[in-house]
């Protein structure tokens, strides 16, 4: 548009007439329009013809081949033409006939990734569009199903299949135990990684991959959440067995992926009491033979990557024999006592004095139950399949615990007498029970 202003009265009526004359009016009326008698100013339109402006320039596609694509452009201007070219290999090619606002084509594998754009011109110039692609989809085909995982809870799972095709799409969904398949919100990756929770043990995941070709789902990936593991049933808590007993313990556990490891407390002289494992002892249950030597405290530590829990001490006391008799590490339940030999015994545990007839003197440790009397307990020393009948001497300490000092006379050698094995019987229940100890 270009002002003019007109400053004489005679240039002033002169527009006046030419703008009534533009609008349809006739001499005649356009004489009754007086000239004013002052300066005026006017604008005047003047229409110019200017080079193409592209107001929207094409947009890349995806179609399936076989399907038609077509690009758009729009643009202002007067006279305008239009001219499409194709990029296959890098250089710019005139496409026939392709002179519009549009041009359409049908899609093969050979075209994608072929780029378009228009040259739109007219008598003052040209201007080049922007470059659009053609893809041409390829229908979706899985090449790696997701895979059944298993993850300590509150750690991160990560699915993923691998799909070829072009200009894909993902979308995971999830179905819960006895429940239906349903869409796992902004899943969209060909890989979906989230925190697992102990809710979700048991969960099944696929995935639906798509593109304008078609849709595929993969098939289905189980998750395993590993929590902590749980005793449901502990080892019998003690029992009380004959020498030569077979002996199984058994716990029951809920969990994935337990492992088991059966262990005895070290209550030995030289023992600190700590807990050391059983080599082979790795199952839920645990069998051995008792006798006087074996442990008497067990427990089975179970585990799995989540963790690992302690079962409660199972205590097994064993009934000695004659020929299974306690030694220094030992110490046997009876009525209403439990009995030891006493290895800080001043002068040592056992002394044998004499040669045929020999004096062998023992001194055991004993802690009284509520119902004991010293009484209670007899010492009988067994040489040779011969018995002899013990003289205790009792000793009680302020912490209310006993020494019993068993002397007894036999008619054998020094080194016979050091073979024998004491009796030591409670009498105080209904009743009596005898436990064997062996002389240090």
């Known amino acids: ?31 009754s329009f007086a000239a004013p008698h002052v300066a005026s100013s006017v604008t005047l339109a003047a229409s110019t013809t200017a080079k193409p402006h592209i ?19 729009k643009a202002s201007g007067a006279g305008l033409t239009y001219r499409w070219y194709v990029n296959t290999h890098g250089s710019w090619k005139t496409i026939s006939k392709a002179t519009h ?33 053609l893809t041409v989809a390829v229908t979706p085909r899985v090449t790696s199903q997701p895979r059944s995982t298993a993850v300590v809870t509150g750690k991160k799972a990560s699915l993923a299949v691998h799909a070829t095709g072009n200009a894909l799409h993902f979308q995971w969904y999830a179905e819960a135990p006895g429940k239906s398949y349903a869409k796992v919100a902004h899943a969209t990756s060909a890989r979906y990684t989230f925190t697992t929770s102990a809710a979700k043990n048991g969960y099944r995941y696929k995935v639906a991959v798509s593109n304008k070709a078609g849709r595929v789902v993969s098939s289905s990936a189980k998750l395993t959440v590993i929590t ?51 080599k082979g002892a790795t199952h839920p249950t645990y069998s051995f033979k008792a006798s006087t030597t074996t442990h008497d ?32 590490d030992g110490f046997a339940l009876l009525n209403s006592w439990i009995v030891g030999l006493d290895t ?33 307990l007899s010492f009988t020393l067994l040489v040779g399949g011969q018995a002899y009948k013990g003289t205790p001497v009792v000793t009680k300490y ?19 007498a050091k073979t024998g094995v004491w009796k030591v019987t409670d009498s105080s229940g209904a009743k009596p029970v005898t436990q064997y100890f062996k002389q240090r």
């Open 1 to 31: 548009m270009h002002r003019l202003t007109i400053r004489s009265r005679r240039a002033a009526a002169v527009a006046a007439f030419a703008a009534v004359v533009a609008a349809g009016v006739t001499a005649p009326a356009a004489a």
């Open 55 to 73: 107001t929207s320039n094409p947009k890349s596609v995806v179609v399936a081949s076989g399907k038609k694509a077509t690009f758009k452009v």
């Open 101 to 133: 606002a549009s041009h359409s084509v049908t899609a093969r594998t050979s075209l994608n990734g072929h780029l378009y754009r228009v040259v739109v011109k007219n008598s003052h110039g040209k201007t080049t569009s922007h470059a659009a692609r």
């Open 228 to 278: 902590k593991p749980k005793i449901t049933k502990q080892p019998v808590e003690g029992q009380q067995v004959p020498s030569g007993t077979r002996v199984t313990l058994a716990v029951k556990a809920s969990g994935i992926g337990l492992t088991y490891q059966w262990q005895y407390a070290d209550d030995s002289a030289d023992g600190d009491g700590s807990y050391r494992s059983i």
């Open 297 to 328: 405290d067990y427990r089975v530590v179970i585990s799995n990557k989540a963790g690992k829990v302690a079962s409660d001490d199972s205590l097994v006391l064993v009934d000695s024999s004659a020929s299974d008799p306690y030694g220094v």
């Open 344 to 376: 800080e015994a001043q002068g040592g545990t056992t002394t044998v004095t004499g040669d045929n007839p020999s004096i062998v003197k023992t001194t055991f440790f004993a802690y009284p139950g509520t119902h004991a009397a010293t009484g209670d």
């Open 398 to 416: 302020e912490g209310g615990d006993y020494d019993f000092a068993a002397t007894a006379t036999v008619p054998v050698s020094a080194a016979t």
